[in-house]
Structures are given as C-alpha cells and as structure tokens.
Nanobody, 114 residues
Framework: VQLQASGGGLVQAGGSLRLSCAAS????????MGWYRQAPGKQRDLVAA???????VYVTSVKGRFTIARDNAKNTVYLQIDSLKPEDTAVYYC?????????WGQGTQVTVSS
C-alpha cells in the first residue's frame, strides 16, 4: 500500500498550493497522519502532523504558513501551503506517524521560484 500525494507544482514566492494525499480506510481511520518533505540533498523531515481528532502540530519553520487538515469521510489528508518561500522547494510526502516505510509513495514536487 502506498500513499499518493498530489497537488504540487511550480509557483512564485508568496503563492499558495494545496496538497492532497489519499489513503485506504484501514490505514487512515486510526492513524496520526503526517506530511513530510525532502529538499534536494537533504533528509526527509516531518513538517506537520494531525491526530484523528483533528488536532495538529507543526515544525517551527512552517508555523503560520502551513495548515494540515483531514477529511475522515474521504480518507484524505491535506496540506495548505501559503506564503511559499524558495526554501519550501522539496518533494512532499504523506505517511503515518510513526511512519511505515511501505507506505511511501512518489511524493509531489513543490518548486518555489524567487
């Protein structure tokens, strides 16, 4: 089973994107879900997480700009990214927390031009 992220693209600094990630119900219903990103030459890091009840946490660098949400009826987790910066350029992935390597999909590329 892989979690497929979508919604990335090329945007100018200051722009916005909304990423989506669909999961199977068996994975989604009881899992804390997270968005991760991997910039070129860097490790893959968690940037936002959301519990089943909707409470969310963020790393400091994205607070106030990223919003994670989930639709439990659609088994989908979203990442709204506003005020994009060039340093947000990365491939974005979703996975559970704790992550399951078998769930990694191809991710979705976000490229921010200055």
């Amino acid at each position: 089973v892989q979690l497929q992220a979508s919604g990335g693209g090329l945007v100018q600094a200051g722009g916005s994107l909304r990423l989506s990630c669909a999961a199977s119900g068996s994975i989604f219903r009881t899992s804390v879900m997270g968005w991760y990103r991997q910039a070129p030459g860097k490790q893959r890091d968690l940037v936002a997480a959301i519990r089943v009840n909707g409470s969310a946490v963020y790393v400091t660098s994205v607070k106030g700009r990223f919003t994670i949400a989930r639709d439990n009826a659609k088994n989908t987790v979203y990442l709204q990214i506003d005020s994009l910066k060039p340093e947000d350029t990365a491939v974005y992935y979703c996975n559970t927390i704790p992550l399951r390597p078998m769930y990694w999909g191809q991710g979705t590329q976000v490229t921010v031009s200055s």
